[in-house]
Every structure is written in structure tokens, then in C-alpha cells.
Nanobody, 117 residues
Framework: QVQLVESGGGLVQAGGSLKLSCAVSGFRFSFTNYVLGWYRQAPGKQREFVATVTNDDDTHYQASVKGRFTISRDNAKKMVFLQMDRLKPEDTAVYYC?????????WGQGTQVIVSS
């Protein structure tokens, strides 16, 4: 069973930065086989896609975070990262990492990000 452990969230003022980390373990094939991504779920809303990264470091972002967030991966450490800059109150959510496009089950516990105005 795949385990996803997210960390790095917290409370930050608007305009600030946070870096999220995700450790992945228990997968069946080589880590480099997987496209990985970050998702988020704001209070009262559905979980949504934020960013993805391939093994070749091709990245794709949701329009609202493009230019502010940077996704990266460390294949040797089996980790995925999300650098979040110029944070906005609307970025407040629980952030999760997972495989793209077919997420593993169960999801990790996520890491809470709260951006105050």
C-alpha cells in the first residue's frame, strides 16, 4: 500500500511563502514511472488539482497558481515539493500530494495551509 506523508503547512500572512514536502513510499514500480502532483481542498469545496510534475521535470499548473507556485521532485529521496510564494487568502486549503491522473488510495492526511489577509 502506498503511503503519502505531507508536511510543511502552517499559518502565513498574505504575500508570504511556504514550502510543502511529500514523502512517498510503498509503491510498486520505479518512482520515476509516476507523474506526481499536488491537490488542495478548501473548506466547503471539492478537492482540486494544483500542479503536476513528470519524471522529466515537465510541469503543469492550475491557472490561479501559475507564476507563484513551483512544483519539483527528488527521485532519489522519493519526494515531491511545492514552493508557494506570494500566497493569497484564497490559497487557504488542505494540500495533498498524489499520483496523476489516477490517485492512489488512501490519500495522505494532507497539510493545512492558512493564509491570513
Amino acid at each position: 500500500q502506498v503511503q503519502l506523508v505531507e508536511s510543511g503547512g502552517g499559518l502565513v500572512q498574505a504575500g508570504g511563502s511556504l514550502k510543502l514536502s511529500c514523502a512517498v513510499s510503498g509503491f510498486r514500480f520505479s518512482f520515476t514511472n509516476y507523474v506526481l502532483g499536488w491537490y488542495r481542498q478548501a473548506p466547503g469545496k471539492q478537492r482540486e488539482f494544483v500542479a503536476t510534475v513528470t519524471n522529466d521535470d515537465d510541469t503543469h499548473y492550475q491557472a490561479s497558481v501559475k507564476g507563484r507556485f513551483t512544483i519539483s521532485r527528488d527521485n532519489a529521496k522519493k519526494m515531491v515539493f511545492l514552493q508557494m510564494d506570494r500566497l493569497k487568502p484564497e490559497d487557504t486549503a488542505v494540500y495533498y500530494c498524489n499520483r496523476v491522473p489516477t490517485p492512489w488510495e488512501p490519500w495522505g492526511q494532507g497539510t493545512q495551509v492558512i493564509v491570513s489577509s
